[in-house]
């Protein structure tokens, strides 16, 4: 357990949480090295009969020493954009452990991913894989692709992260997957490699794996039935966490459905897991500011929001809540409104969650906040956004440093005629 109580103290590894707040300041998002490393070991031990690469989703978490580390333990990266190929990059990671997914690759970006020489570019439409066709033959080189397919399975999570239905935008339709599997191999500039598919996120149950790669090992056999070089299925990431209560993905059971489904399959299998390998390492520490008690509510005011931890405003997600000084037994817990300090309604974590007795300047921690919190905060209301400290052991660093509000607007510029002459009244 990366976070738990001693001596009364809530602590992330060996080191106190109110420890790294008085250091950076709050809200500040903290994260455990040793929890990162573990789930990474887990999926590794688990697939070690298998010919697996592992490629972290940097979207989750792209903080250049959360890469570096998951880097020096054997993962590759899984980027969806131009920026985090650079930072892939920057922080390490080999390119030929490198994948550029993303919905619509820029021409910048399809020429930086092939000036870099990173492992391959997963398609998403026929448009893109003539551009990246011609890019590649106007740099002289031969472009490795995969193809997205979408497999139409529904994947049982929430709407707005589901992304392997018809209905949704990503990956090329199963059925026109041999027709487009064949232009690629028949394009010059590039060469197809085998399949992509990623279907969704925080999905906890194996059945729509079960489904999805079922059809995605059905379509790998028949394309190379027809005698198309088919060498790598990329089975995409998604593998669900604890929140509240669900339970995350086992990766031994998801290994022996892997193995049983690409038994004699002879191919290179690829993962991209986000989440999974850091969510559950992570905490959001926040401040009270004000307790406000109404009619018949009790607000609690934090000093982050949804500029902060946008997963509630956004998917209606909710994460539990735990006071950094833990609550002396027999504490009579009651229900509170936990809200941030934006001028928006939709800025609030959640109702009722049972708290203790809170004063202004006490401290909270998120939990489950280390994927899809630090890399959406925003500078909105020009509130500072928050640090990020790594934990190792005993020691921590600051990762990230807050970003203030005169960082926040350095790079905005009047222009002439505005600044000059005095305001119009
Ligand atoms: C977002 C994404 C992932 C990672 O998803 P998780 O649910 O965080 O594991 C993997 N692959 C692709 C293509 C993605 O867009």
Redesign the pocket.
Known sequence: MPFGYHQGRLHCEGVALEEIAAAAGTPVYVYSAGAMRSRLHALQRAFAGQRAMFCY?L??NHNLAVVRLLAGEGAGA?T?SGGEVMRALKAGVPPERIVL??VAKADEEIRLALASGILQL?VESVPELRRISAIAQAMGTTASVAI?VNPDVAAATHDK?S?GRKQDK?GIAYETAPEIYALAASLPGVRPEGL?M?I????TTLEPFEKAYGRGVALFRTLREQGLPMRRLDL?????VRYLHESAIDPEALAALVGRLTAGLDCELLF?????LV?EAGVLVAAVIYVKEAQDRRFVILDAGMNTLMRPALYGARHDLLPLREAPAGTHLQPADVVGPICESSDVFGRDYHLPPMAPGALVAFTTAG??GAVMASDYNSRPAPAEVLVDGGRFDVIRERRLPEEQFAGERIPDWLASGAPAG
């Open positions: 989703a979207k989750a899984d969806v997914a993303g997963n997205r992260i992304t990503f992509h990623h969704g996120s925080q999905i995409g990431g998604g593998f669900g991209e897991p986000g989440r999974y969510a994927a899809y």
